[in-house]
């Protein structure tokens, strides 16, 4: 719904797309508040030593760059075709850009939001009715002071999935033992090369997983098995495939390169035998934890059995946190947890992330009047969001909200890569 400036856009989250969010509503003349529970970019942090499969030139915007280049003239864009690791993404542009002086203001760093609502309004007022979004949202919002309420006019949900994982026992539901256990489960990517390579070092290491994540995971563990010989990885698949495959489905010709490589690699070490051994329709029924450290885990499916296991590593999805929206009209795909008319659009076009169509500003909108979920929690459940489709998704929330249909900051400034 169209929001004439000033107004007041709360963004939650300053990843990667909430703080091209907020640069895009404060070019416009919004006051913005970012709220973000942790450091900047807190999650890709987490995984800052991760390469990306995207190059720099689809990871960042022409407005950001325009933005650092004013800040800074002698700031140089970063080489347009190389992969950067997450961290170089948070060093080289989103700091920078949180930083520059149309964001920096905005930032409320270490601020957690708790809830959102409508003043005075319950989840079942005014149902249908263009007067529900009259009122402001009330935000509780958490800090070291405490707790508050804060208001906004507009609410862009930016909080992305990576910090809220799924379970991994059969079916998505918690394997037995696992909810008492999540402190001592790694859910990410640990940086098994680096800083947490004493914990994985000559350990027998579970990992669950049939997606990229879990294959990087295993070939950090493949290369440090080279050097720490007692090293061992069991690495459990829900789905079956045949021999000469592998866990990870391969696309051909793949565009992305990094991706293409990650895949075949860690489909022969599948296969190899030796350190890894890779077991395909099995799943974990249950884990329990040894008095010195480990755990005793059941398996189940075609490799049913026990087996004692020292780490754990689960990279089985992440989802979207809902208790953010729980009082307001967010209407939810049932099958994804994300936003019900992007899920729609998004069904017909398939897996791959390079597959996903230009949806529209249509596809943001809720029957919540001017709340809108962008970024990778957009996508729910599914992971193949890329940063590229999220600063798609600013550009046409915007032209909702200033009520300018066609407005796109991003092409009436010129990409330095030209
Ligand atoms: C390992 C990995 C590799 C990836 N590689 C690529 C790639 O190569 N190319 C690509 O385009 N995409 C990639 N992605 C996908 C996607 O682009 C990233 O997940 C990206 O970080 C999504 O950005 P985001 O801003 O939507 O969410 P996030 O980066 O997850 O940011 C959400 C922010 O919200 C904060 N937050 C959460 N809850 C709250 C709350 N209640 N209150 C306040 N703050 C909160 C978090 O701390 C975080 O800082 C990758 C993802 C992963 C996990």
């Known amino acids: 719904m169209a929001v004439d400036t000033p107004a007041r856009i709360a963004v939650l989250g300053a990843g990667p797309i909430g703080i091209e969010a907020a640069l895009y509503g404060r070019y416009l003349g919004y006051d913005v508040d970012v709220y973000e529970r942790g450091p900047l970019a807190a999650n890709v942090q987490q995984w800052g030593h991760v390469r990306m499969f995207s190059p720099w030139r689809w990871n960042v915007s022409t407005l950001g760059l325009a ?3 004013a800040q800074d003239p002698a700031w140089r864009p970063p080489e347009p075709d190389r992969l ?6 948070v060093e080289r542009y989103l700091v920078p850009l949180a930083h520059s002086d149309l964001v920096v203001d905005s930032l409320r760093l270490g601020t957690e939001v708790l809830a959102v609502g409508r003043e005075g309004l319950l ?8 007067a529900r979004s009259e009122p402001s949202f009330r935000l509780l919002v958490g800090d070291r002071q405490g707790e508050r309420y804060t208001t906004a006019d507009v609410v862009l949900d930016c909080t992305g999935t990576f910090g809220n994982h799924n379970w991994l026992g059969t079916g998505g539901l918690p394997a037995l033992g696992e ?25 027998r290491v579970l990992v669950i997983g049939g997606g990229h994540s879990a294959a990087t995971n295993v070939l950090a563990l493949a290369s440090l098995a080279e050097e720490e010989p007692h090293t061992r990885v069991l690495w459990v698949v829900r789905r079956a495939f045949s021999a000469g495959q592998g866990p990870l489905a391969l696309l051909e010709h793949d565009p992305l390169a990094e991706r293409e490589r990650l895949a075949r690699e860690a489909n022969r070490l599948a296969a190899g035998g030796g350190k890894i051994e890779c077991l395909p329709q099995t799943s974990v029924r249950s884990l329990i934890p040894r008095g010195g450290g480990g755990f005793v885990v059941s398996l189940e499916g075609a490799h049913a059995g026990e087996r004692e296991v020292d780490e754990i590593i689960a990279n089985v999805g992440w989802r979207p946190d809902r208790r953010i929206y729980e009082e307001l009209q967010v209407h939810e795909c049932y099958a994804t947890g994300g936003p019900m008319k992007l899920a729609a659009a998004l069904l017909a076009a398939g897996g791959d992330c390079l597959a996903q169509p230009a949806v529209g500003a ?12 962008l970024g990778a929690k957009s ?30 900051l991003y092409a009436t400034h010129r990409s330095p890569y030209e």
């Open 67 to 69: 933005a650092l280049a």
């Open 362 to 373: 249509e596809a943001l909108l809720q029957p919540e009047m001017d709340y809108y979920i």
């Open 179 to 203: 909810l008492a256990a999540a402190s001592q489960i790694e859910y990410g990517l640990p940086d098994i090369a680096g800083a947490d390579r004493a914990r994985y070092a000559n350990r």
């Open 379 to 408: 996508y729910g459940r599914r992971s193949p969001f890329l940063l590229r489709t999220g600063h798609q998704q600013i550009r046409d929330v915007f032209s909702i909200i200033f009520d300018r249909p066609g407005l796109d």
């Open 84 to 89: 950067p690791t997450g961290q170089e993404l």
């Open 123 to 130: 989840k079942g007022d005014l149902v249908a009715d263009e």
